[in-house]
């Protein structure tokens, strides 16, 4: 990873040091025809037409590949992985360009005609000066420049000989090497100023992903205590209810208010049931530690799961009496036992059934279980209530969540009931989909893998 990263930052750097180098020369394009054009008119005392019309092509021809490659190098935007091809195209465009404006030692050199040649030479130290610092950015075009246009600043004066043109070649060579120093040190400037750039532009980069990063950290956080808040009100409730019972009950039994013995047996009733009732709520809070932290061990077995949804319809079926809700089981008795914590799955049936009675007063509660697809099991709770708005379909399955419609209901609950059903259920490798429609009822289902299915007749051998 790290390595792929340094590779793609070094790409980068070799774009952008092309990129200036391509910009620098862009007014080559044009202005170097133009130029040839003059020397041409200048020439033709010295040299014969049909040569400056030759080397006048060759310069124009060799101008076009240079353009082209910037041209699309700058259209095309390239990508840090492919800065090596953008590089060797580059770098033989120019040096095409090169030879071309360099030949002219070739065809405008005029043997002993000093005025003539110390021209070209003068326009040979100017083309490496002027284009060691246009193109010093890009250390593989600068090679170019002093490749082609330095050997031919140097191999012109020597066509002749003598002192005076021999000195004119050393002299050459020291320029040379000092304008080769000059062009490193502007590379090196520029790639400096380049990296400190990309820096700069990663930066603000990490900044602004950081800063997404603590926003959504920070909406989370926010959430999640506007979560807690409402489940302690909530469970400031629950946990009142009962205590006050226990405590109302028992002082009247302290109190000897009443003398009549079944008094007293009514009243030990229903501080155990308070106390039962306290008891569900500290396990299921406890359940739901467990599983979001991951500590939730599974007890597993061959479960019938048949039987489970029965038993746990029996439970049931008194608080759907009271609250004038029809109950009904549709289990195929076909089904194959589950491999599976038998506790689990029974809260998991008993949840999503509490849910379903909760808000279908006066409605049709179904529990139903079959083979799913897969070979797996399909079970789950439908029902004819009032349904769950689409915006709180997601919300009602995270820790202390519940739906918005809760605010018509008395009997809240904690909204503890979908969370740890969902954890149990993922925690057996199965999945929970819901679908509900805000009015005309809801639909829990679970989906169990096959690998949770065990054939009835080898449980029973």
Not at 386 to 409: K, L, M, S, W
């Amino acid at each position: 990873m790290d390595d792929a990263m340094t590779r793609e930052r070094a790409g980068k750097l070799r774009l952008d040091q092309l990129a200036l180098a391509l910009r620098n020369l862009g007014p080559n394009h044009f202005l170097m025809p133009m130029f040839a054009a003059i020397i041409c008119v200048m020439y033709h005392r010295w040299v014969s037409a049909a040569r400056l019309e030759t080397w006048f092509a060759l310069l124009t021809a060799s101008v076009i590949p240079l353009g082209l490659v910037s041209h699309r190098f700058r259209k095309g935007l390239p990508d840090a992985r492919a800065a090596e091809v953008w590089v060797r195209r580059a770098t033989l465009a120019y040096l095409l360009f090169a030879l071309g404006w360099a030949s002219m030692v070739v065809f405008l050199w005029a043997p002993h005609d000093d005025l003539n040649n110390l021209v070209i030479v003068l326009l040979l130290a100017c083309t490496v000066a002027g284009n060691g610092a246009l193109v010093g950015s890009s250390r593989p075009l600068a090679v170019v420049v002093f490749a082609v246009y330095g050997t031919a600043l140097v191999a012109a004066p020597l066509r002749d000989g003598g002192l005076i043109y021999n000195g004119i070649a050393a002299l050459a060579v020291v320029f040379i090497f000092y304008l080769a120093w000059m062009s490193l040190q502007i590379y090196r400037t520029a790639r400096d100023m380049l990296m400190l750039r990309n820096d700069k532009s990663d930066l603000i980069v990490a900044l602004a992903h950081a800063k997404t990063e603590s926003d959504v950290a920070r909406e989370r956080a926010e959430a999640a205590s506007l979560a807690k808040s409402q489940f302690l009100a909530n469970m400031s409730h629950e946990l009142r209810t009962p205590l006050n019972a226990i405590l109302g009950f028992s002082e009247l039994i302290q109190a000897r208010a009443f003398t009549d013995v079944e008094k007293h047996y009514e009243y030990a009733g229903l501080i155990h049931g308070s106390g039962q009732h306290l008891l569900t709520l500290i396990n299921d809070v406890l359940d739901l530690a467990k599983i979001e932290a991951g500590h939730f061990e599974l007890r597993e077995s061959d479960v019938d799961l048949a039987r489970l949804i029965d038993d746990a319809a029996a439970l049931m079926a008194p608080r759907a009496q009271s609250g004038g809700c029809a109950l009904e089981v549709a289990v195929a008795r076909d089904l194959p036992l589950a491999h599976a914590d038998e506790r689990a799955l029974k809260q998991i049936v008993l949840n999503l059934l509490s849910n379903a009675i909760k808000f279908t007063p006066g409605g049709e509660v179904r529990v139903f279980a079959q083979a799913g697809p897969g070979s797996g099991i399909v079970f789950g709770v439908a029902d004819s209530g009032v349904g769950i708005a689409p915006e709180d379909q997601a919300r009602i399955f995270e820790t202390f969540g519940q739906g918005r419609h809760d605010v018509a209901i008395s009997d809240k609950g904690t909204g503890l009931g979908l969370p740890i059903a969902l954890g149990l259920v993922r925690a057996h490798g199965g999945t929970i989909a819901l679908d509900s429609e805000l009015g005309k009822g809801t639909r829990v289902s679970v989906h169990l893998p096959a690998s949770r299915t065990r054939a009835k007749l080898k449980a029973a051998s």
